[in-house]
């Protein structure tokens, strides 16, 4: 039964992960700029220039911790 909490928990992390990120990028969009090279791309760029690399890379390390924490208690054996 302890899995299925930590299953739960991973799962709730990686929500709030996406909904910070969703945030980060509505907030990011809404930024003007007036131009951007290919390789960081036009979302990146706006993400860097209005001071939000912070706060997008802690939302897309919640996403991958609580996948990595579902992962773990899916492929963990009982005995």
Excluded: C, H
């Amino acid at each position: 039964m302890i899995f299925l909490k930590r299953a739960i928990i991973g799962g709730f992390i990686s929500l709030i992960g996406s909904i910070w990120t969703l945030a980060v990028i509505i907030s990011a969009n809404n930024y003007p700029i007036n131009g951007w090279s290919t390789p960081p791309g036009k979302l990146l760029t706006q993400i860097a220039e209005s001071n939000l690399t912070v706060w997008f890379g802690i939302s897309i390390a919640m996403v991958a911790l609580g996948i990595v924490l579902m992962a773990i208690e899916y492929f963990k054996k009982d005995n």
